[in-house]
């Protein structure tokens, strides 16, 4: 069983910045996708970011492009999200999401971690 663990949320000033971390543990041998979603308050959950097994293939949405940076380390079994320039409405639970290549959803998700960014 996949279990996804995310840690790194915080209360933050806009400009500054946060670096979120998801641990993966279970069985994830073979291509295994990686991303982050969001969800504010009163809003819909949204994709963030994804990642590739290799780390070639990496999508943001227009939102973040140019202020996140996606990454991992197989070796380490970690996903990483580096949150610079944050704003106020970057605010929200953020979670970390898997899947096995070729699912068309996400079929893992962690608990989420909250980020605010006060103005």
């Known amino acids: 069983q996949v279990r996804l663990v995310e840690s790194g949320g915080g209360l933050v000033q806009a400009g500054g910045s946060l670096r979120l971390s998801c641990a993966v543990s279970g069985r994830t041998s073979g291509s295994y996708e990686m991303g982050w979603f969001r969800q504010a308050p009163g809003k819909e959950r949204e994709f963030v970011a994804s990642?590739?097994?290799?780390?070639?293939?990496?999508a943001y949405v227009d939102l973040v492009q140019g202020r996140f940076t996606i990454s991992r380390d197989n070796a380490k079994n970690s996903v990483y999200l580096q949150m610079d320039s944050l704003k106020p409405e970057d605010t929200a639970v953020y979670y970390c999401?898997?899947?096995?290549?070729?699912?068309?959803?996400?079929?893992?998700w962690g608990q989420g971690t909250q980020v605010t960014v006060s103005s």
């Open positions: 990642i590739s097994w290799s780390g070639r293939d990496i």
């Open positions: 999401v898997g899947r096995f290549e070729g699912r068309p959803d996400y079929d893992h």
